[in-house]
């Protein structure tokens, strides 16, 4: 098994690719610069339409632009119920697409996740926690062996996520924080900025001591 950013150029949310029994992007990116991700992709001997599953950790156009690029190619989508309607109906507004000056087409959901679902890639399955605050259908995705935990735009290395945009909460945050300090985390990929493959527990509890003292 092996975790790669492929992925994070510009707006673009980081772009992670799991390499096991089930290839798996997680987040997608604008889309903007799909022929990088082609680039690095090729890197590992991939080609787009290897990418059986992509798992979007909330519906903004950062994360979920690129989507089509893999869809089109056979790729199945994952994300929260409270967001694959998103998706399939080409929202502009909650979704930001208008803001990034885009159009989101409408996208095929594959597969409707919720809190306590097991994503089974291999040797790695993941654990969906639905973590509102960024937005209300966001979640992060914890692996228990590994202790590797994918956090979206709930929270970054340092840092947590906007809470000024449609559906966000930042007492639902606050809550989503404190969820995931509970855990034990030694590898933090976030949705943006820079990723922590050691000591992920120490930048998580200063974000709690800084952001919500
Ligand atoms: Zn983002
Ligand atoms: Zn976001």
Known sequence: MQIHQIGGLGFDSNIYLIIDK?????????GVNFKMI???LGKFNLKPSDVELLI???CHYDHVGGNRDFVT???????HELEADLLRKGDQVVTLAGG?????DPIEVER????????KLGELTLQVLHTPGHTLGS???YEPKELLLFSGDTIFRDGVGRTDLPTSEAAALRRSIYRLAK??????????GPFAEEGANKFISRIVRTVYP
Not at 100 to 104: D, I, M, V, Y
Not at 112 to 119: M, P
Request: glycine share 10%.
């Open 22 to 30: 089930t290839i798996t992007l997680i987040d997608a990116g604008t």
């Open 38 to 40: 082609e680039q690095n």
């Open 56 to 58: 979007n950790t909330h």
């Open 73 to 79: 190619v056979g790729c199945k989508v994952a994300v």
């Open 100 to 104: 990034f000056g885009k159009r989101l």
């Open 112 to 119: 409707e996740l919720r809190d306590g679902d097991r994503i």
């Open 139 to 141: 979640i992060s995705l």
């Open 183 to 192: 855990l034990n985390v030694r590898k933090l990929y976030p949705g943006h």
